[in-house]
């Protein structure tokens, strides 16, 4: 059974290209060894819809300060030098890239604007806003940021 070569459209006078199995006007078969039982049609799967994925990267941390074990809430500007925490006035190193005592994270979801607090197991993962359902994915802040 040979392809079709192209041409006119057999039924509707329409140029029809090469290899195609019906007119893409009158949809007549272009092969006369075809039939209309032996053409097997696709059914048709819709294409997953794709969320756009916003990335953020977050305006601050939250570290475990080492002499009291208290949450601090720190601003990402701070990242690369040492603060003093204020419920024990001990010294909190902020200085690798990711501080060791680091527990999460905060961020405005880009979405909706809301502030979102979230764990360090969430850095670099796409995330659902809880406000608005927003896809994100959280980075940690820069240096000095």
């Known amino acids: 059974m040979p392809a079709w070569p192209g041409g006119l459209c057999p039924k509707c006078g329409v140029d029809v290209p090469p ?3 019906r007119c893409r006007d009158c949809r007549v078969l272009l092969n006369s060894d075809l039939t209309d039982d ?10 997953r ?3 756009p994925v916003a990335e953020v990267a977050c305006r601050g941390v939250y570290v475990e300060c080492a002499g009291c074990h208290k949450e601090l809430r720190i601003n990402g500007k701070y990242l690369g030098t040492q603060v003093r925490c204020k419920h024990c006035n001990s010294s909190v190193d902020l200085t690798p890239t990711v501080p ?3 527990i999460g994270g905060y961020l405005d979801c880009p979405h909706c604007e809301e502030e979102l607090k979230l764990t360090a197991k969430y850095f670099g993962r796409r995330v ?6 927003g896809q994100l994915r959280p980075l940690m802040p820069e ?3």
């Open 49 to 51: 819809e794709i969320t």
């Open 128 to 133: 659902a806003c809880r406000h608005c359902d």
């Open 19 to 21: 290899k195609m199995v």
């Open 38 to 47: 032996t053409v097997e049609v696709p059914t048709f799967e819709p294409l």
């Open 100 to 102: 060791p005592g680091v």
């Open 143 to 145: 240096r000095g940021v």
